[in-house]
């Protein structure tokens, strides 16, 4: 068995003390592919630094997230964009618009992505989009800049069911699934298997969001096989089908070599 966390933070500051061991743990339970979104101009050292580190097993994303959207925010993405011609990265991300947290920059957060987009075209690569009270927004972006053109995936998704059926008719799209999938009050599960396997990712979004039995606590990479496990339980496979589709559609939307 081979699994790929698709969406993890473990650059982060939460993870400064044990980096090392959370790494070990994940390879332990076949683990053994990491990809990390950026977040923001500040972070872009950290996710730089634990790259190069493991550089077989951790491969960077880059671009900025829709709650790092403020009104500097064509300074910051001139900054981020800039990066490309310096590193090579597998995506586009984290990018999107988040209408949950704070609406103040709405407008900037739609234009923001959609110049991200179009680095996307620019640049071909993959996108990796956060999508939070903004499915139309995000969607209706994403038809505007041409979205036979893009290719990426829904990053934690938790739409509802019309939602979904929607996601999937943007047919270079995964749906990248996490821990809130075993969650007690998750609606989710009730209408996935509308998506068939070879459209789902991975992820964890560590250190946020761990499954059950692990809620409450930091999310780590290791965590990912309780949703793997919760996959197979939904769509009546094995954990180990779920981990080769799941790991096969990560290989082709980011062009990681899963050789090992």
């Known amino acids: 068995m081979y699994l790929i966390d698709t969406h993890s933070h473990i650059f982060l500051e939460e993870f400064d003390v044990d980096c090392k061991e959370v790494i070990t743990r994940a390879t332990e339970v076949s683990v053994k592919k990491f990809c990390l979104p950026n977040i923001d101009t500040e972070t872009v050292l950290r996710l730089h630094d634990l790259c190069d580190k493991y550089p077989a097993i951790c491969f960077p994303m880059m671009g900025l997230h829709p709650t790092s959207v ?11 964009h800039l990066l490309f011609k310096h590193r090579k990265y597998i995506a586009i991300g984290e990018i999107g618009i ?8 709405y407008k900037e957060q739609i234009e923001a992505f959609k110049t991200q987009l179009l ?69 989710l599960k009730d209408y996935l298997t509308l998506a068939p396997l070879n459209r789902i990712l991975l992820e964890t979004d560590a250190p946020y969001l761990a499954p059950v039995p692990c809620r409450g606590r930091r999310n780590e990479p290791s965590f990912i096989i309780q949703t793997a496990a919760k996959l197979s339980e939904i769509y009546g496979v094995s954990i180990e089908t779920v981990a080769e589709i799941t790991t096969g559609n990560a290989e082709r939307l980011f062009a990681i070599n899963t050789q090992h």
């Not at 988040?98 to 920059?105: A, E, G, I, Q």
């Open 70 to 80: 403020g009104k500097d925010f064509k300074r910051r993405l001139n900054e981020i």
């Open 98 to 105: 988040d209408l949950y947290w704070n609406k103040t920059f």
């Open 119 to 187: 680095w996307s075209v620019e640049m071909n690569l993959p996108v990796a989009i956060h999508t939070r009270e903004a499915f139309n927004e995000v969607f209706g972006s994403i038809s505007k800049i041409g979205a036979s053109s893009l290719r990426g995936v829904f990053h934690s998704f938790g739409g509802i069911k019309e939602e979904l059926e929607t996601a999937l008719k943007f047919e270079n799209f995964y749906l990248g699934i996490n821990g809130s999938l075993t969650f007690k009050n998750s609606q």
